[in-house]
């Protein structure tokens, strides 16, 4: 017993061009770049070592009008001036108060500052900000 061949057009071949699975394993390619790079942007920004630290000691509400914060900055080159916004915040979260405050040179990594906030309303606390190497000229000390 003999048998015909097939004729090909009535069935497909088995590999076929630009297939959606061809395609599926592409986008999913890219989509896993694209998500691993993005977590790997924060974690970086969240956990890499900052040229600046600082960390809040203590508030002090001296006053309906002004808060006391005592706080530490700590610098991987202390040769270099930086600049610390602290801000006063109320109960209600929002910000009442902010103050620029000038980091000098130093031969110590860590330093440790008391200032005194002036709010707008009655304040119900104090952090930092942020801090920076960006110093304006009208905080540098001649």
């Known amino acids: 017993m003999m ?3 097939l004729p090909q057009d009535r069935y497909p071949s088995t590999t076929r061009t630009g297939s959606p699975r061809k395609w599926m394993v592409w986008a999913l390619t890219a989509l ?3 998500v ?3 977590i790997a942007y924060y974690a970086y920004g969240k956990f890499a070592v900052k040229e600046i630290e600082t960390e809040t000691i203590s508030f002090d509400i001296a006053n309906d009008s002004t808060v006391k914060i005592r706080f530490t900055v700590t610098r991987d080159d202390s040769s270099r001036e930086a ?3 602290v801000r006063a ?3 209600d979260g929002s910000e009442t108060g902010r103050r620029e405050v ?3 040179s130093s031969e110590h990594q860590t330093l440790e500052f008391n ?3 002036k709010t707008s309303q009655p304040p119900g606390m104090a952090d930092v ?3 920076s190497f960006d110093v304006p000229e009208y905080l540098t000390k001649s």
Do not use: A, F, L, W
């Open 3 to 5: 048998s015909k061949p």
């Open 32 to 34: 896993v770049i694209v």
């Open 36 to 38: 691993g790079g993005g």
């Open 83 to 85: 600049m610390c916004i």
């Open 89 to 91: 915040r109320s109960k």
């Open 102 to 104: 000038y980091v000098p």
């Open 115 to 117: 200032t005194e906030v």
């Open 129 to 131: 900000y942020g801090c």
